[in-house]
C-alpha cells in the first residue's frame, strides 16, 4: 500500500512542476523532503510568493504539505511555516494549520482532488480570505468593517514576516 501512495505522489509532485512550468501555477515553487539522501514524498515544501499588486505584495510564505499515510483516501494537511508569531490569515489556525474546504474532506476534498488543485486552491486562499469561516475572528471583524485598515495590517505582517525569515536565515 506505501508504495502505491509513493507513485501517486510522485505522479502528482510531477504534475505540479509541470504546472509551474507551464505557468498553471504562479509565483509558487515546490521541493519535496529530503532525509538521509532519500525523497519524502509524504512531505513538500511549498512556497508562495505574493503577487505583485495584492496585500501580500513582496512576501515569501513557505508551508509544508503533508501526506497521511491514508491518502488519497484522507487530504493533506498545509501548514504554513511560522517566523516570529501566528502567521496573520483569518482562515490560519496558531499552528499554522490552514481551514479551507478542498482540504476538507466533509466539503470539498475528495480521493480524485489533485495536488495541482490543491496547490491553487491555496494560491488563492491567501488572497481571498473566507470572513465566514475565520480562525481569527478579529481579524475578520476588521476585514469585514474597514478593508482599507485590513490591508494596512496584512502589509505590515508581510513586511514583519520577511524579516523575522530574514533573521532565521543568518
Known amino acids: 500500500m506505501i508504495d502505491l501512495v509513493n507513485n501517486r505522489l510522485e505522479i502528482e509532485f510531477n504534475a505540479v512542476l509541470n504546472a509551474i512550468d507551464?505557468?498553471?501555477?504562479?509565483?509558487?515553487?515546490?521541493?519535496?523532503?529530503?532525509?538521509n539522501n532519500s525523497i519524502n514524498y509524504k512531505k513538500w515544501i511549498v512556497t508562495i510568493y505574493g503577487k505583485e499588486g495584492t496585500i501580500w505584495e513582496g512576501g515569501e510564505f513557505p508551508g509544508f504539505l503533508n501526506f497521511?499515510?491514508?491518502?488519497?483516501?484522507?487530504?493533506?494537511?498545509?501548514y504554513w511555516q511560522l517566523h516570529g508569531g501566528q502567521f496573520q490569515h483569518m482562515n490560519v489556525f496558531e499552528n499554522g494549520a490552514t481551514c479551507?474546504?478542498?482540504?476538507?474532506?466533509?466539503?470539498?476534498?475528495?480521493p480524485a482532488t489533485t495536488c495541482v488543485e490543491i496547490l491553487k486552491g491555496m494560491e488563492g486562499f491567501l488572497y481571498n480570505p473566507n470572513p465566514k469561516s475565520p480562525t481569527m475572528k478579529g481579524l475578520a471583524k476588521i476585514f469585514e468593517e474597514n478593508k482599507e485598515q485590513y490591508g494596512k495590517l496584512v502589509k505590515a505582517f508581510v513586511k514583519h514576516y520577511m524579516i523575522e525569515k530574514e533573521k532565521k536565515k543568518q
Open 22 to 35: 507551464e505557468g498553471v501555477l504562479e509565483n509558487m515553487s515546490v521541493e519535496v523532503d529530503k532525509q
Open 68 to 78: 497521511p499515510k491514508s491518502y488519497p483516501s484522507e487530504p493533506p494537511q498545509y
Open 100 to 110: 479551507i474546504d478542498i482540504l476538507n474532506n466533509k466539503i470539498g476534498y475528495t
